[in-house]
T-cell receptor
């Protein structure tokens, strides 16, 4: 158990819908990272927050957004969902940028 | 463009063998190189990591070899066990952005 929690574990929704994925980092970790893992794309970095501020952006679509709240939990919002958005979404946390990342168990999103 | 190139895609070894997974990168700004192990249905777990100022790091049965001039690094698993069967990812980081390899599926046959 990494200490990072993610909810929900599974999510099934229809195309065009909007969902919110939630992540709570390990106690004491200030950085939160979001990743998308699909069979054909591997593990793709989406976005990083550090202590509430956006720190780095990766391959995040404009339909996706994220934020980190004062209590350091983070949410990833996915809108206008498409079939291709079906994937595992992982959150990871670290003490600060450039440090070891600890991954949560993931949220499996299925868009039908 | 794949920032970190990982090979092989899959690997099958006998118990006790030494599987080797290789990664290569181009960006010399990368200063942190971790390896992650992922079991089916689970999140990746940090296995071992290295900074570019050392050429080798060992933790238990896992060893990272790092060649800064060649911009390559590799993971060696000594005395591999069936429980090591998993997908292994290398990664490279500039401190903020992380780039992962495409993963290597390792199967250790008893």
């Amino acid at each position: 158990d990494s200490g990072v929690t993610q909810t929900p574990k599974h999510l099934i929704t229809a195309t065009g819908q909007r969902v919110t994925l939630r992540c709570s980092p390990r106690s004491g970790d200030l950085s939160v990272y979001w990743y998308q893992q699909s069979l054909d794309q591997g593990l793709q970095f989406l976005i990083q927050y550090y202590n509430g501020e956006e720190r780095a952006k990766g391959n995040i679509l404009e339909r996706f957004s994220a934020q980190q709240f004062p209590d350091l939990h983070s949410e990833l919002n996915l809108s206008s969902l498409e079939l291709g958005d079906s994937a595992l979404y992982f959150c990871a946390s670290s003490v600060a940028s450039g440090y070891e990342q600890y991954f949560g168990p993931g949220t499996r999103l299925t868009v039908t | 463009q794949q920032q970190v190139k990982q090979s092989p895609q899959s690997l099958i070894v006998q118990k006790g063998g030494i599987p080797i997974i290789n990664c290569a990168y181009e960006n010399t700004a990368f200063d942190y190189f971790p390896w992650y192990q992922q079991f089916p249905g689970k999140g990746p777990a940090l296995l071992i990591a290295i900074r570019p100022d050392v050429s080798e790091k060992k933790e238990g049965r896992f060893t990272i070899s790092f060649n800064k001039s060649a911009k390559q690094f590799s993971l060696h698993i000594m005395d591999s066990q069936p429980g090591d069967s998993a997908t292994y990812f290398c990664a490279a980081s500039t401190g903020n952005q992380f780039y992962f390899g495409t993963g290597t599926s390792l199967t250790v046959i008893p």
